[in-house]
Each structure stands twice: as structure tokens, then as C-alpha cells.
Nanobody, 114 residues
């Protein structure tokens, strides 16, 4: 059974930081391109960042210089370090894995508010 389980969401103040984690099971993790998406209320789901099997990173313009995606193939995990958070970063964040198949996590809420 394939599972992508996110953790690390919560409430942060503007300018603060959070670190999201996604633990994968049931897949050959090292063969997957991993990504983080987010969906704010009333908006479409959008790509935040992805990381290829070899570690090449790609970021949406709205998080460049603030967020960092990383992966640990030995731990079958992908991370999203979020710094300099803004209220507009408030959303449900989803872990995504793509190889021959596509899998989604259940999402974790991130709220940025003073």
C-alpha cells in the first residue's frame, strides 16, 4: 500500500518558519520525482517546488529565495523548509510523488497569521 504522509504544518507568524516533512512508503522512493503543492481556499492547487531523482530543484516564483525543498532517499522522505512566511502562504500543503504512477498525500494545513 502506497502512502505519502505529511507532517509539520501548523500556525506561524509572518516572517516565521515551518518545516514540512513527507514520509513515503510502498514505493521505490529514489525513482520518484517528489514535489510540494498547495491549495488555498477558493483557489486551484498549485506547484510550490519539486525535486528530481538526482536532486535538481525547481521552485515557483512566489517562493524562490524563501522555501527550500530537499529529499533523503535513505529515509524515503522529502522536506520543505519554509522561511520568511507570508499570510498568502496560508494553504493546505500536499506531498506529491510521480514516476510511472502519481500519488498524493492527505495534506497538512499551514496558517500564517499574527
Amino acid at each position: 500500500q502506497v502512502q505519502l504522509v505529511e507532517s509539520g504544518g501548523g500556525l506561524a507568524q509572518p516572517g516565521g518558519s515551518l518545516r514540512l516533512s513527507c514520509a513515503a512508503s510502498g514505493i521505490i522512493f529514489s525513482t520518484y520525482v517528489m514535489a510540494w503543492y498547495r491549495q488555498a481556499p477558493g483557489k486551484q492547487r498549485e506547484l510550490v517546488a519539486n525535486i528530481t531523482k538526482s536532486g535538481w530543484r525547481n521552485y515557483a516564483d512566489f517562493v524562490k529565495g524563501r522555501f527550500t525543498i530537499s529529499r533523503d532517499n535513505a529515509k524515503k522522505a522529502v522536506y520543505l523548509q519554509m522561511d520568511s512566511l507570508k499570510p498568502e502562504d496560508t494553504a493546505v500543503y500536499y506531498c506529491h510523488g510521480r514516476s510511472f504512477n502519481v500519488y498524493w498525500g492527505q495534506g497538512t494545513q499551514v496558517t500564517v497569521s499574527s
